[in-house]
DNA sequence: GCCAACGTTGGC
DNA sequence: GCCAACGTTGGC
């Protein structure tokens, strides 16, 4: 089994928004890296954080699970998303997404402040310097230093 | 294949 | 709103 981290914006989709639907497909990813990630690394029952960005406090709300391996996102070929790609087609579509369902909120999101201080998460790669990805594997030992501080 | 211009991400 | 970092695009 695999851990990842995933990040959203919470005014779009947050950990509040996941438990409330219980399951989602994790629409959006425009990035060749993290569809890469999802496309050859997600399995069915692999864990992942789901990471609030660009907010008042960035950091870890809570755990999913992967509940269907990837598949295309029925978002790049729908005109009126945000997220519509005018060169994918349905035969070679360019992105794709997997489902993810509720595992656990959080009681209060673990700060990315408080991520910076831990020194087990010191070579997080969420923690690198400049880093975009909104998609990312997390290890084992890192997966067990954010749970012990939520 | 290089690289400048441009767009996006995301913390602050 | 600012800006650093990075990815993508497109001319050459």
Redesign the pocket.
């Given at each position: 089994m695999q851990y990842w981290l995933m990040?959203s914006?919470p005014q779009v989709f947050s950990i509040d928004d996941l438990e409330r639907q219980g399951r989602s497909p994790w629409e959006g990813v425009?990035?060749?890296?993290a569809r890469n990630f999802m496309r050859d690394g997600m399995k069915v029952g692999d864990q992942a954080f789901l990471?609030h960005?660009?907010?008042d406090v960035?950091g870890v709300a809570g755990v999913m699970e992967v509940a269907r391996a990837a598949y295309p996102d029925p978002t790049q070929f729908d005109r009126r998303s945000p997220y519509y790609d005018e060169?994918s087609t349905r035969e070679s579509p360019r992105w794709l997404l997997v489902d993810v369902a509720f595992s656990r909120r959080f009681r209060d999101v673990v700060p990315?402040?408080r991520l910076?201080a831990e020194r087990a998460l010191a070579g997080m790669q969420l923690l690198?310097?400049?880093?975009?990805?909104?998609v990312m594997p997390v290890t084992a030992a890192e997966w067990r230093a954010v749970l012990k501080l939520a």
């Open positions: 990040k914006e425009r990035n060749y890296q990471y960005s660009s907010c960035p060169a990315l402040e910076r690198r310097r400049g880093n975009r990805l909104s």
